[in-house]
């Protein structure tokens, strides 16, 4: 009931969509759809969010391999650090990448800038699920003769697909709804070109039909990776071994394996981290208004709070339902939940103007619109959270509670969610992380005179004054750094137990 | 961390929360006003603050960007909060105007300036104008040699020299002037041939200006108060980079308002209507003209003494209500490959 409500919630922007796609008739529907340009920027669209899912599935892969289970020298910094750029909205990253190099713009720019700031979207669920993994599978392959690679393949990569899968969705849908990256680097991909016929004509009935079909593609996706899962299990059937994973031996390879995050480091947060030392230069002749930069971080904190905490308690009855009911209605629910994630913001942030400056009169342009938008947004990242937490989980722990004779809510707080905490911590950590990025909505649906750090950041640069959005930035950076960093601490603590 | 257990709790106090902001600082009292503002905060919150302190008549202003601020107002329609809408260019004021959401600017206020300048229906009136201009660097290229007609840019001389900012909203309105001036066909073959030319392209008019200034390219096609923005950032010595203003009427000197609209549901028209006249007023217009550098568009104030007078600006005849057709603009640059 929870999820579907949930669920039903996260489906507003799509009314919104038919209501403006409908407006035009079914010309200006046909006149948008069935052109040689929506095709090519499907093709484009598509073309790039497949390279950089493959590209952060291989990089996440590897980087939790190696500082998972292998000797990597200072593994566990590595680890913290693999985490890092998620803390880097993608406009200040793409912002560095095009000032650093000039030439890295169209295609190959957004590829590199999303690839370098999305990966750990893959990153993190695969290095908690290497640690999780009982290492007793793998010990029975290994006795049967096979050797490490040979396990990797056969065993480790098996158990590790709903991870990989569920965070390259992630990364999928992110690359269809971002804005910031592609505008920067000037690759004209669906949500370019839905925030620019906003700009252009002002018609809302393209950029209606345009976000439709991204819709579409996004239920094929997320049904696409739901097939992957298909009927396996992936919890152990009996007791089974608690203990830390074993550790592969590089030897002196090790040095060269170093090599990996070192490089992916310098590019992922040097690079932005280079551009930010600029700007922070400039800034000691700008004449800084801490005060109230303060005042915005405060209000970054008070809305990516309360959008964290309801967005991560919103997910558990949808992850739930997705990992224990296979019904056709849990799948629906789930999808519904993934919807908001691959819309531009700015149609999410307008269909809520849409619905609360006529519904919802005294509530809109006050918090807990903006905090309903953050929900609509990111909830998928934390219901795949939750999710991956809930499979590991056997529900036979539930139905035993049960046979025992207790009752279903006493179930949920003694069995399930200790089960399902970390999953539902790290979907908060990372839904508020996110929350500190985003830009459309807040800028839309914020209080009149509320300011966040992003929005600080964006007054900034729009008028060209990189001084000013120095200090913003980098608040903004390692305030969200915080968040990335406890998610990858729990990898190590995982370990340790 | 956040533990399972808490969670109940903390929801809790996140609802309570929510509630009390929801329901603190809701009575708006009818002394105050609320504006959307396509313009940045530095470049008009201190006229703002003189408002109030002079009328006593608060103003609550939603900061954005022109066309994202535009939508917004359409999808509230008439329910929108807004009383006033101030935009960075004619086309976001038209698009608003087209949806009927303006009521009429009184033709007292209309009067105060040119009727090139306001919208044909006295919907909106432009508050500062905003002028294209061909920046040069004067290193590179002697005064006399600087194009004077803004299609002669592409000529070989300058191949690899001239930066454009092609996803700029005022280089996309002088591409619209030039296509209703010029028509549809030539304004195709300039793009075409800038693209030819190796045309270099920026992300805004700030960072074509430096580039100019630095020499590493020639020639650059900006708003004229770049400059004086720059030059006000580093010293007047150090600008090696000079604005021309094309000579024979083409849409290369092509004059764009910012300017004001009031949104027809607004419940404060008298105080709304007070906030204009004040735009209007000396002490604004000055503020305008010195400290963003723009055109001052009324009160008799004139421009800064370095600028020509708006009325020797030679610019093309065009109406500004005309420049709404940005989709087949967007659509010509993406042919020519430039965005």
């Known amino acids: 009931m929870a999820g579907a409500a949930v669920a039903v919630a996260a489906l507003l922007p799509v009314v919104y969509l038919l209501v403006r796609a409908g407006e035009g008739g079914w010309t200006a529907v046909s006149d948008t759809l069935l052109t040689e340009r929506t095709g090519r920027l499907l093709a484009r669209s598509l073309g790039l969010a497949t390279a950089v899912t493959g590209a952060s599935a291989v990089i996440g892969v590897a980087l939790a391999w190696l500082t998972v289970r292998c000797d990597l020298p200072g593994r566990r910094l590595w680890r913290v650090v693999a985490a890092l750029p998620l803390a880097v909205p993608s406009y200040v990253g793409a912002f560095a990448y095009v000032s650093v190099f000039p030439w890295l713009t169209g295609f190959r720019g957004a590829f590199a800038a999303l690839t370098l700031l999305s990966y750990p979207y893959v990153f993190l669920p695969v290095a908690a699920s290497l640690e999780r993994i009982d290492p007793s599978f793998e010990e029975v392959s290994r006795s049967l003769g096979n050797n490490a690679a040979a396990t990797f393949r056969t065993v480790t990569l098996p158990q590790l697909r709903p991870a990989i899968a569920t965070g390259g969705l992630l990364v999928f849908l992110y690359c269809l709804s971002d804005f910031g990256a592609v505008s920067i680097l000037r690759f004209d991909s669906f949500t370019r070109v839905i925030y620019q016929s906003y700009q252009s004509s002002f018609d809302r009935t393209p950029a209606a039909v345009l976000g439709c079909l991204l819709l579409a593609v996004t239920l094929v996706v997320v049904s696409a990776e739901a097939r992957t899962r298909g009927r396996a299990r992936y919890y152990a059937s009996g007791p089974g071994a608690n203990r830390p ?247 190590g603590r995982q370990a340790a137990t | ?186 304004t195709k073959q300039f793009l075409h041939d800038l693209a030819a030319n190796d045309v270099k392209t920026y992300n805004d008019n700030a960072l074509i200006l430096k580039a100019v200034n630095d020499g590493e390219i020639d020639l650059g096609l900006i708003n004229h108060y770049y400059w004086y923005q720059l030059a006000n950032e580093i010293g007047e010595d150090k600008m090696v980079a000079r604005n021309h203003f094309t000579l024979n009427g083409d849409p290369g000197a092509l004059v764009n308002v910012a300017g004001v609209g009031i949104l027809k549901s607004s419940d404060h028209q008298e105080l709304a209507t007070r906030f204009v006249s004040f735009l209007l007023g000396k002490t604004a217009q000055t503020f305008f003209s010195e400290k963003n550098f723009e055109f001052p568009l009324a009160a008799g104030v004139q421009p800064l003494p370095s600028l020509p007078k708006l009325s020797e600006v030679q610019s093309p005849d065009i109406d500004l209500s005309n420049l709404s057709d940005l989709d087949t603009t967007l659509d010509m640059l993406r042919e020519a490959g430039l965005l």
């Open chain 1, 245 to 491: 994973p074993r550790v592969t031996r590089l030897g002196r390879a090790r040095w060269w394996a170093l090599l990996v995050p070192v490089t992916v480091a310098v590019l992922a947060l040097g690079v932005p981290f280079a551009n930010l030392v600029r700007w922070l230069v400039d800034s000691v002749q700008a004449d800084v208004d801490l005060a109230r930069v303060w005042r915005a971080a405060g209000g970054s904190l008070l809305a990516s709070g309360l959008g964290a905490l309801v967005t991560g308690a919103a997910a558990i009855p949808v992850a739930l339902l997705a990992a224990r009911h296979r019904s056709r209605l849990a799948a629906a629910v789930e999808r519904s939940a993934y919807v908001g994630h691959a819309l531009p913001g700015i149609v999410v942030a307008l269909s809520l103007v849409f619905f609360s400056a006529r519904y919802l009169t005294s509530l809109y342009q006050r918090l807990p619109v903006l905090v309903f938008a953050y929900l609509v947004l990111f909830l998928p990242l934390a219901v795949s959270a939750v999710y991956t937490s809930a499979v590991q989980a056997s529900p036979a722990l539930d139905e035993v509670a049960r046979s025992l004779g207790k009752r279903p809510l006493a179930v949920l707080r003694t069995v399930t969610a200790p089960l399902l905490a970390p999953g539902v911590a790290a979907g908060t950590a990372l839904v508020f992380l996110t929350c500190m990025k985003e830009l459309p909505a807040t800028l839309l649906l914020g209080p009149t005179g509320f300011e966040t750090l992003a929005t600080r950041v964006w007054s900034a640069t729009a008028i060209g004054a990189y001084g000013d959005a120095a200090v913003p930035s980098v608040l903004l950076v390692v305030a969200a750094a915080v968040p990335t960093w406890l998610l990858s601490r729990r990898l």
């Open chain 2, 1 to 186: 961390m956040l533990s399972p257990r808490r969670i109940p709790a903390v929801a809790a106090v996140a609802v309570l929360a929510l509630t009390a902001v929801a329901c603190g600082g809701g009575s708006s009292s009818s002394k105050s006003l609320t504006l959307y503002s396509g313009r940045a905060e530095v470049q008009i919150q201190p006229v703002i603050d003189e408002f109030t302190k002079e009328t006593g008549i608060k103003v609550k202003v939603r900061y954005g960007a022109t066309p994202e601020l535009a939508a917004q107002i359409s999808e509230e329609g008439s329910n929108s909060p807004a009383d006033l809408f101030f935009a960075q260019d004619a086309g976001g004021l038209g698009s608003v105007d087209d949806r009927g959401l303006f009521g009429p600017v009184p033709p007292d206020l209309l009067a105060q300036v040119d009727p090139r300048y306001h919208a044909d229906d006295g919907d909106w009136i432009g508050i500062t104008g905003r002028v294209r201009v061909i920046v040069a660097n004067s290193r590179n290229v002697p005064d006399a040699e600087v194009p004077t007609d803004v299609f002669a840019v592409t000529a070989p001389r300058w191949k690899g020299k001239v930066g454009i900012a092609p996803t700029n909203g005022s280089f996309e309105s002088f591409l619209t002037a030039m296509r209703v001036q010029a028509g549809d066909e030539r």
